[in-house]
């Protein structure tokens, strides 16, 4: 009979010299930045695996990039039909990704939120708060521009993240 095909990931890991031996690498919160793209779903496969083998913590983070911010327009009808929309759909994708994490043994926690800056420095700021040591991102995003070479938000994450990102294609 036929066999699965082997996933097989194509990826790099930017990360800065540690102290550690090799081989003792314990990632202890990893953190997977989503956007419902192909992209970021292999990264979210990826960091399942990493984290069910070093027995890690693992959220999801979604970051809604919102140009003007609430504060402009507080009662504006539209911005919150406008989140709640993206609220409803990241929850659809967001359950796909307990549903893998369940099927791995992996406890996914689930995050979402909103930002004015870039999509980037909010998940850099995350990871910092919350002494992540690893962040996982997918090469591209789901907007057509990120699709040139490196996406926008994993090129902000590799330059400004404090802790070792890995980037998946």
Known sequence: GRTAPTFRPWYFLACQMHSQPMGTTNFGNILVAVDG???SM???DVAISLAAKYDSV???????YIP???RLYPR???YEEFI?????EAS???SEIQKRGKENGVVIESKMSETTESV?????RYAKENETKLVVVGSRGKSDLEKLFLGSVAAGVLAYATCPVLVVR
Do not use: C, M, N, P
Request: proline share 0%.
């Open 37 to 39: 793209s192909d992209q």
């Open 68 to 70: 003007f911010g609430e």
């Open 42 to 44: 292999r990264a979210v």
């Open 84 to 88: 709640k929309e993206i609220h409803k």
């Open 120 to 124: 980037a420095a909010e998940i850099v």
């Open 76 to 78: 504006a009808v539209w």
């Open 92 to 94: 659809e994708w967001l």
């Open 58 to 64: 693992l959220t999801a983070l979604y970051v809604i």
